[in-house]
T-cell receptor, first 112, second 115 residues
């Protein structure tokens, strides 16, 4: 059974810091892993999707890595800004590929 | 505008009443999903649909019914609402299923309160 865990649950940093959010999953036979952002009262926005054949995916100041063998993914945010404040969730497919299993998220607060 | 629209945004209902949450997408995506989000549990899949007239249960389907007569619509019905169904409900869509590397797109959610 796929389980997805995110550490830390919350993170507060000053503006400008580089930071890393962690995601671990128990079933390494995944096709892909996705990172999402959720703002308060809003739906989730897809940030990055890493295919199983890839090790990294980049979008602007965001970089996500995937290590299937260790069951880990990281989301790196460079030069954080107050606008980055949100909850970040990672999600991986279950073994049957019929459901996306979400972690509980890391709530990020970036102060100016 | 292209995207996923959920309605209503907020709903208060009484225990035992039937409630239908609506979801409409304009991308002609094949796959559609219903999730609920609760503190302490995170996001959990209720039902999903691979195409019109094809639906299947997710992790927490009890007490819910779905239908998909048209590709663009995927309503979720609570047959007899219970307080444990108080939650935020999200509809999502994808061009292909999870295994085909297509990102998931979410609506803004419906906040349902059952009194």
């Amino acid at each position: 059974k796929q389980e997805v865990t995110q550490i830390p649950a919350a993170l507060s940093v000053p503006e400008g810091e580089n930071l890393v959010l962690n995601c671990s999953f128990t079933d390494s036979a995944i096709y892909n892993l996705q990172w999402f952002r959720q703002d308060p009262g809003k739906g989730l926005t897809s940030l990055l999707l890493i295919q199983s054949s890839q090790r990294e995916q980049t979008s602007g100041r965001l970089n996500a890595s995937l290590d299937k063998s260790s069951g880990r993914s990281t989301l790196y945010i460079a030069a954080s800004q107050p606008g980055d404040s949100a909850t970040y969730l990672c999600a991986a497919p279950n073994q049957a590929g019929t459901a996306l299993i979400f972690g509980k998220g890391t709530t990020l607060s970036v102060s100016s | 505008d292209a995207g996923i629209t959920q309605s209503p945004r907020y709903k208060i209902t009484e225990t035992g009443r039937q409630v239908t949450l609506m979801c409409h997408q304009t991308w002609s995506h094949s796959y559609m999903f219903w999730y609920r989000q609760d503190l302490g549990h995170g996001l959990r899949l209720i039902y999903y649909s691979a195409a019109a007239d094809i639906t299947d249960k997710g992790e927490v389907p009890d007490g819910y019914v779905v239908s998909r007569s048209k590709t663009e619509n995927f309503p979720l019905t609570l047959e007899s609402a219970t307080r444990s169904q108080t939650s935020v409900y999200f509809c999502a869509s994808s061009g292909t299923g999870y295994t085909y590397n297509s990102p998931l797109h979410f609506g803004n959610g419906t906040r349902l309160t059952v009194t």
